[in-house]
Nanobody, 113 residues
Framework: QVQLVESGGGLVQPGGSLRLSCAAS????????SDWYRQAPGKQRELVAS???????TFSESVKGRFTVSRDNAKNTLYLQMNALQPEDTAVYSC???????WGQGTQVIVSS
């Protein structure tokens, strides 16, 4: 059974930074395309970042240049480093593995002064 557990969210002022983590059990991240999604209140879920098994990364236009995604293979953990946060980044952030129907509870990020 695949389990994903996100952490690291919180309240941050505009311009601040947060690093989100996603720990997995039942699956090994480095063998898959892994993703970070976010969903803001009243909006559809949005794919913001992906990392391939080979370590290549892609980002949505809305976060490109501000967010980075990485993976610690030894810890089987996915990370999303978020810099220069803006109020429009406020959302629940979740990790996922492409092709695997498993979601964690997500972690709330609130960007507000």
């Amino acid at each position: 059974q695949v389990q994903l557990v996100e952490s690291g969210g919180g309240l941050v002022q505009p311009g601040g930074s947060l690093r989100l983590s996603c720990a997995a059990s039942g699956i090994i991240f480095r063998f898959y395309l892994s993703d970070w999604y976010r969903q803001a209140p009243g909006k559809q879920r949005e794919l913001v970042a992906s990392i391939t098994s080979g370590g290549s990364t892609t980002f949505s236009e809305s976060v490109k240049g501000r967010f980075t995604v990485s993976r610690d293979n030894a810890k089987n953990t996915l990370y999303l480093q978020m810099n220069a946060l803006q109020p429009e980044d406020t959302a629940v952030y979740s990790c996922a593995v492409t092709g695997i129907d498993a979601w964690g509870q997500g972690t709330q990020v609130i960007v507000s002064s």
